[in-house]
């Protein structure tokens, strides 16, 4: 053996080899205070006795009881002493002899409220008194000191490293500042990091010699006794590790994850906009390190390598603008662009495999009421009046080239280099469909995002909601549509009591991200007058999406069937005759087409009607009669 088990074997031989450690003049324990001092403050010895502030007692006792592990010589001499003195060998080092062998050990080491005990470093096993107990050294501890590094299963069940990647220098000097206080527990403090990544934070903590490992708060324990147990484990492995753990998602309970972050010894950080309330330890809240462009472009270029950034060429400020991926995500995208980057003849092609690759990297955050996914329609999907569609194509051209307007030309943007568009109409004219249009020409994904489910009943619970909303579309440079924003954003109201002022502060606080956010938003409205008059000053698009005329349901009628329905129609010309919204001719095509198949035919005239008079009548419309070529089919009924 060599290092710490060599040198815990040499003394424990000393100590145990007959004479009581307080009768004899020198110290049996001399060469292990001295190695300690001599080695690196980084070996698991040092971590251990540093990280729980073992006072030499429990230091000697430590390698004392990893020696009786692990050396055949030293089990035996622990033996010989313990049937010298009468007691019957039954596994582990008996207390009285522990603390005959070490200078100033005494049964209060092992009380419970002490290191040792207290993180399950010594475990305790026999009868009573306590001078009787039989010690041994925890098998994780063992493991350790020997160079091994196995998790612990508790650790193992709900943990995981964080990969190790490229640092952000910003990021890694402002953690290396939060880490070094002490709180008033003489604890490190809480590290809050509102809008961090885990890869983003994993990266900083690696640089500072940390090993990152991530917990996501929504495994914690429900029974606080196994929560205790979790926090009191990870506090050794993290000891024994040299680790540091980044907590993040949400929670069983604000209760059970203060009472978790308040038990754990070491380094944590929390991803959250603010630290649960009630925590007695320290709390740094991290300022957001500013992601400027110059900083951005950097880290890009850094991963693309020379060739393949002078290929992308001034195409990766475009990217860089829109994009704001943790290390790992970035390096996927990078990864999964480079077969196009390296085949692409020209700047324009290598931008675009680019940004599709960076558009679909990392996987999407867990937000309640979010969704993202690939648009599902094209521009000549989409059937709107001539102005309609206009306006949609100058929200594209601004998307398209702000990174050129606002970064390479200097355009001053006194409302933030985003682009926030309302969208106008009845239900069915086509909103949604043209926000995802917009996001297909774009390259991009779609971040829809249900109201129902953001919306929390409890205060503060929106503004944070919202908060994470922003911060994935900011990170993946999706699109964000909000539906029906009249739920939310109508006209505001007097503040009659306190529910009143908590409701309009997170309205405001919506319309100050709206303003500030860097991509593209669209927010969706079927009553455009409930909108309150300060919130649409924040949009740069007002697109309104009448019902169709004539010429547009003649388009859409023609489209409402795929070419592989079997559809048996005289005049589609009555039909266009009709004022429906192109959602209500989808939905009449459509259980027109479910009608045909059940019968086995090809769609009629009568199946048509049928689900017409459905549609309508779901409207408080009135049923028309149609006139087929020269026929007149149907009923007012």
């Known amino acids: 053996m060599t290092g710490f088990p060599a040198v815990a074997e040499a003394v424990a031989l000393v100590a145990l080899s007959g004479t009581a450690a307080e009768e004899s003049s020198?110290?049996?324990?001399?060469?292990?205070?001295?190695?300690?001092?001599?080695?690196?403050?980084?070996?698991?010895?040092?971590?251990?006795?540093?990280?729980?502030?073992l006072a030499r007692p429990e230091q000697a006792l430590v390698a004392l009881l990893l020696a009786v592990e692990t050396s055949e010589a030293v089990a035996?001499?622990?033996?010989?002493?313990?049937?010298?003195?009468?007691?019957?060998?039954?596994?582990?080092?008996?207390?009285?002899?522990?603390?005959?062998?070490?200078?100033?050990?005494?049964?209060?080491?092992?009380?419970?409220?002490?290191?040792?005990?207290?993180?399950?470093?010594?475990?305790?096993?026999?009868?009573?008194?306590?001078?009787?107990?039989?010690?041994?050294?925890?098998?994780?501890?063992?493991?350790?000191?020997?160079?091994?590094?196995?998790?612990?299963?508790?650790?193992?069940?709900?943990?995981?490293?964080?990969?190790?990647s490229r640092p952000e220098a910003p990021l890694v000097a402002a953690l290396e500042t939060a880490l070094a206080g002490r709180g008033p527990?003489?604890?490190?403090?809480?590290?809050?990091?509102?809008?961090?990544?885990?890869?983003?934070?994993?990266?900083?903590?690696?640089?500072?010699?940390?090993?990152?490992?991530?917990?996501?708060?929504?495994?914690?324990?429900?029974?606080?006794?196994?929560?205790?147990?979790?926090?009191?484990?990870?506090?050794?492995?993290?000891a024994l590790d040299g680790a540091a753990l980044v907590v993040h998602g949400t929670p069983p309970s604000v209760e059970a994850l203060a009472g978790f972050l308040d038990r754990v010894v070491g380094h944590v950080v929390l991803v959250a906009e603010r630290a649960p309330d009630g925590m007695a330890r320290g709390v740094h809240g991290l300022s957001p390190v500013g992601d400027d462009l110059d900083t951005a472009r950097r880290r890009w270029a850094a991963a693309l390598g020379p060739d393949r950034a002078g290929r992308v060429g001034a195409g990766l400020t475009r990217v860089a603008a829109q994009f704001r991926l943790d290390p790992g995500a970035l390096d996927a995208a990078v990864a999964a662009a480079a077969p196009a980057?390296?085949?692409?003849?020209?700047?324009?092609?290598?931008?675009?495999?680019?940004?599709?690759?960076?558009?679909?990297?990392?996987?999407?955050?867990?937000?309640?009421?979010?969704?993202?996914?690939?648009?599902?329609?094209?521009?000549?999907?989409?059937?709107?009046?001539?102005?309609?569609?206009?306006?949609?194509r100058r929200i594209e051209v601004h998307v398209r080239h702000a990174a050129r307007v606002f970064d390479d030309w200097g355009f001053p943007s006194r409302r933030g280099r985003g682009v926030a568009a309302l969208f106008a109409g009845p239900s069915g004219t086509g909103k949604t469909m043209a926000a995802e249009v917009l996001a297909d020409s774009l390259d991009l994904r779609v971040m829809t995002i249900d109201l129902s489910l953001v919306i929390s009943k409890w205060v503060g619970e929106t503004s944070k909601n919202i908060a994470s909303c922003f911060a994935e579309a900011e990170r993946s440079g999706a699109v964000m549509v909000w539906n029906e924003g009249d739920a939310i954003w109508g006209a505001r109201g007097g503040v009659g009591n306190a529910?009143?002022?908590?409701?309009?502060?997170?309205?405001?606080?919506?319309?100050?991200?709206?303003?500030?956010?860097?991509?593209?938003?669209?927010?969706?409205?079927?009553?455009?007058?409930?909108?309150?008059?300060?919130?649409?000053?924040?949009?740069?698009?007002?697109?309104?999406?009448?019902?169709?005329?004539?010429?547009?349901?003649?388009?859409?009628?023609?489209?409402?069937?795929?070419?592989?329905?079997?559809?048996?129609?005289?005049?589609?010309?009555?039909?266009?005759?009709?004022?429906?919204?192109?959602?209500?001719?989808?939905?009449?095509?459509?259980?027109?087409?479910?009608?045909?198949?059940?019968?086995?035919?090809?769609?009629?005239?009568?199946?048509?009607?049928?689900?017409?008079?459905?549609?309508?009548?779901?409207?408080?419309?009135?049923?028309?009669r149609l006139a087929w070529g020269t026929a007149t089919v149907g009923s007012a009924s």
């Open 26 to 53: 020198t110290d049996p324990f001399a060469a292990l205070w001295s190695w300690l001092e001599d080695t690196d403050s980084e070996s698991t010895p040092r971590r251990l006795t540093d990280g729980f502030g």
């Open 76 to 164: 035996r001499a622990a033996a010989a002493a313990s049937a010298a003195a009468g007691g019957v060998p039954d596994g582990g080092l008996p207390l009285w002899l522990a603390c005959r062998a070490v200078p100033g050990l005494d049964v209060g080491a092992l009380a419970a409220t002490r290191p040792l005990t207290w993180f399950g470093v010594v475990l305790t096993s026999g009868p009573v008194p306590r001078i009787e107990t039989r010690l041994t050294l925890s098998p994780a501890v063992v493991d350790r000191l020997l160079g091994h590094a196995a998790a612990e299963p508790a650790i193992a069940a709900r943990m995981g490293r964080v990969p190790d």
């Open 185 to 238: 527990l003489g604890l490190p403090p809480l590290v809050v990091a509102p809008g961090g990544t885990v890869g983003e934070l994993g990266a900083a903590l690696h640089a500072l010699g940390l090993e990152a490992w991530q917990l996501a708060a929504g495994t914690l324990p429900d029974d606080p006794v196994e929560r205790e147990r979790l926090a009191l484990v990870w506090s050794r492995e993290a």
């Open 341 to 392: 980057l390296d085949a692409a003849r020209d700047e324009q092609t290598a931008t675009a495999a680019l940004w599709h690759a960076a558009a679909r990297a990392g996987t999407p955050l867990p937000l309640a009421g979010v969704r993202i996914t690939e648009p599902a329609h094209r521009w000549d999907e989409l059937v709107v009046p001539p102005p309609t569609a206009a306006a949609l």
């Open 499 to 624: 529910v009143d002022r908590h409701v309009n502060a997170e309205v405001g606080d919506l319309l100050q991200r709206i303003e500030e956010f860097s991509g593209f938003t669209v927010v969706t409205t079927n009553l455009r007058h409930a909108i309150d008059a300060a919130f649409l000053r924040r949009f740069r698009f007002v697109v309104d999406f009448p019902l169709p005329a004539r010429d547009e349901r003649r388009r859409l009628w023609a489209a409402a069937f795929p070419p592989a329905v079997p559809v048996h129609l005289p005049d589609r010309e009555a039909l266009a005759d009709l004022p429906l919204s192109g959602g209500s001719i989808r939905n009449v095509a459509l259980g027109a087409a479910f009608l045909a198949a059940e019968a086995g035919v090809p769609v009629t005239p009568a199946m048509i009607e049928t689900e017409l008079a459905h549609e309508l009548r779901k409207q408080d419309l009135p049923v028309p």
